[in-house]
Every structure is written in structure tokens, then in C-alpha cells.
Antibody
């Protein structure tokens, strides 16, 4: 059974760096084809894909946010970490961790999401 | 970046009615498209991938079709649990992109 769960601060101040952790089970990020993404959704707004890391440690980022994002994995701990620098109130959103299907980049499994509010 | 345009923004329907949702892409993506359902307060759920393949445990009333730049999701007979927001996503090009969503509401 595949599960993912996001954790991190619920509130961050403007200009701070956000660090989110995705703890997963039921698969290994050392298995060929496995990929994990971070996706966010501001309240009442569309989904926005942020970053992806694959089993081979290849990393892909949103074009508009790539200068602020870093994604990494710890395969021994079954975790993926996302950092986002210079947080702004417009970054207030629910942040989802998600596992892609092994054969394409649709999202097969989603975490429940974690709401991050950016406010002073 | 590929822009995804979903229409309508809101679709009002009654239980038992047929609903057709549209997703258009700014450039051809072959059939590299997925559809998701998102109920209030929940994470999205994969319905369709490769434009027309139902994901595991998805009822047969959900069907997808299309290729290139024009795609549709059809719900053949709306059930109460189908009133939700539906998102399309392309995975043909980086970065991956989503549409703005179609809300299916009860008429």
C-alpha cells in the first residue's frame, strides 16, 4: 500500500525559507521509473506543479520558481524534501507530495496535503 | 510552457445527466494527458491517464478521449459523489502543467 504524508510548518514569515518533508511508504525511490513531485494549490485556485525528483536523482523544476526551489531525496529514510526560499504571502497554499505512475508523469498517489500560510 | 484551458469553468447538472468537460492545450501533447477529480477538502484523485485509460477502481461512467490539443472527459450519468472539481494535466513537456479546473455542481 502506497502512502505519502507531508510535514512542515503551518506558518512562515515573509522572506523565510520553507522546508517541507514528504515521508512515503509502499515503494522505493531506488526503483527504476519511480518519481516524486511537489504540487501546490492556493486556496480556491488551480493546481501548480513545483518540482520532481526521480529514482536516478534527476530533478526538474517549475520554470517560474526554479531559482527558489530545491528538491532532494533520502532513500534510506524514504523521504523527499522541498525547500523554497524567500517566501511571500502569495505562496500561501496547500502543498502536496505525490508519486507519479512508473510509466508516465501522471500522479497516481497523493498525500493529504499540508496548508502553509505566509504571514508576518 | 504548455497552457491548459478547461471549459466550462462551471458545469451545472442534475443526477443522472451526462456531463462533458473540455481541456485544450496550447500545443500538441499526443495523448499525454491525465484527468483528476478533487472533492472539497481532499487531495485530487487520478481518474484517467493517457487521455483515455481509466485508473484503478474508477467507475466506467468516467471516460476520456482526445489527442493532440483537444480532450474531453465524459461522465455518462452524474452521481451525487461526482459533484467536484475536475483538473486536466499534461505530461508531454516540461514543466508539467494543469488546467484551471472545471467545477461540476448540482443544478
Amino acid at each position: 500500500q502506497v502512502t505519502l504524508r507531508e510535514s512542515g510548518p503551518a506558518l512562515v514569515k515573509p522572506t523565510q525559507t520553507l522546508t517541507l518533508t514528504c515521508a512515503f511508504s509502499g515503494f522505493s525511490l531506488t526503483t527504476s521509473g519511480m518519481c516524486v513531485s511537489w504540487i501546490r494549490q492556493p486556496p480556491g485556485k488551480p493546481l501548480e506543479w513545483l518540482a520532481l525528483i526521480d529514482w536516478d536523482d534527476d530533478k526538474y523544476y517549475s520554470t517560474s520558481l526554479e531559482t527558489r526551489l530545491t528538491i532532494s531525496k533520502d532513500t534510506s529514510e524514504n523521504q523527499v524534501v522541498l525547500t523554497m526560499t524567500n517566501m511571500d504571502p502569495v505562496d500561501t497554499a496547500t502543498y502536496y507530495c505525490a508519486r507519479m505512475r512508473g510509466s508516465d508523469w501522471s500522479v497516481e498517489y497523493w498525500g493529504p496535503g499540508t496548508l502553509v500560510t505566509v504571514s508576518s | 510552457e504548455i497552457v491548459m484551458t478547461q471549459s466550462p469553468a462551471t458545469l451545472s447538472g442534475s443526477p443522472g445527466e451526462r456531463a462533458t468537460l473540455s481541456c485544450r492545450t496550447s500545443q500538441s501533447i499526443s495523448t499525454n494527458l491525465a484527468w483528476y477529480q478533487q472533492r472539497p477538502g481532499q487531495a485530487p484523485r487520478l481518474l484517467i491517464y493517457d487521455a483515455s485509460t481509466r485508473a484503478s477502481d474508477i467507475p466506467i461512467r468516467f471516460s476520456g478521449r482526445g489527442s493532440g490539443t483537444e480532450f474531453t472527459l465524459t461522465i455518462s450519468s452524474l452521481q451525487s459523489e461526482d459533484f467536484a472539481i475536475y483538473h486536466c494535466q499534461q505530461y508531454n513537456n516540461w514543466p508539467l502543467t494543469f488546467g484551471q479546473g472545471t467545477k461540476v455542481e448540482i443544478k
